[in-house]
């Protein structure tokens, strides 16, 4: 009876391994299979410990950048070789995202977890977007006035004059107002997005200029339609607060999402159509 199982047995791995041996070379035998290898054997090293960020596609698409560990990496997508970059050929510091260089820190403001930036400066530098009470308002920029020149210095041998006291500043002036939008509520805003766009999508921007600063386009963020989140913070305090979010559960409609162009000259908002 032993020796009945230990055929059976043989030849149960004996079939197996000449089964799955045919399997693998029928596979091989299929169209595209060499480019399946190439891909496979090359994307190992895309599964090493670490996160990747600050992601840069190259112009021709052929390359991708991105951070890990705190090196910058490249891999060739024709190959999937992955090199570092060289130190000369390291760009500015992105933030975590990878969308933001230092010029940008002054553009726009910097900001944390599943948040979008609440203002953001024109290329001329005369106007500020800003999200304020749910709305969109462009406020011009003011310059301070230059500070008073001092006093030539008295040739020599004269004695100084006296000094007067010196004037006070003028107030600084009213920065002119434009109202771009004026019908945002709590659950439908202008100048920002949602916790979804925030921390699924990694969306810190909801406002941007064109280059020229003729043109500012914007999001308007529906969440009428969706249910309350409740979020218990400071867990480990003797008291907890608690935060609401508007959050789609699965199989539910995200936040409805429409995008806006405002005209500076003209005074107009566009709606460009997505879809």
């Known amino acids: 009876m032993m020796r009945r199982c230990e055929v059976l047995l043989l030849s149960w791995l004996l079939l197996t391994w000449t089964t799955s041996l045919g399997a693998q070379e029928s596979l091989a ?8 290898e190439r891909i496979r054997e090359g994307s190992r090293g895309l599964g090493a410990a670490g996160r990747a960020t600050a992601t840069q596609w190259a112009e021709d698409g052929t390359t991708l950048t991105f951070r890990r560990d705190g090196k910058l990496w490249r891999i060739n997508l024709q190959d999937f070789a ?17 969308r933001r260089t230092r010029g940008e820190d002054v553009m726009r403001e910097r900001v944390g977890r599943a948040a979008q930036s609440t203002w953001v400066r024109s290329p001329t530098g005369q106007w500020m977007a800003r999200y304020r009470n749910f709305n969109v308002v462009l406020e011009k920029i003011v310059e301070p006035a230059p500070p008073a020149t001092d006093a030539p210095s008295p040739a020599a041998g004269e004695s ?4 007067p006291e010196p004037a006070q500043p003028a107030p600084a002036p009213e920065p002119e107002i434009r109202a771009v939008t004026t019908s945002g509520s709590e659950l439908f805003r202008y100048g920002t997005a949602c916790w979804v766009y925030g921390e699924e999508l990694f969306q810190d921007t909801a406002m941007w200029w064109s280059p020229d600063g003729q043109k500012l386009a914007f999001y308007e963020i529906d969440e009428r339609h969706l249910q309350n989140y409740y979020l218990t913070l400071a867990n480990t305090e003797t008291f907890t607060t608690l935060q609401v979010e508007r959050y789609p559960k699965a199989g539910m409609p995200n936040p409805f999402v429409g995008l806006l162009v405002y005209d500076l000259a003209s005074g107009l908002t566009t709606r460009v159509d997505v879809g």
């Open 29 to 36: 035998k299929l169209p595209g299979y060499a480019n399946y």
């Open 160 to 163: 100084p004059a006296p000094q």
């Open 82 to 98: 992955i090199q570092p970059v060289e130190a000369a050929e390291t760009p500015p510091a992105d933030d975590q995202r990878g």
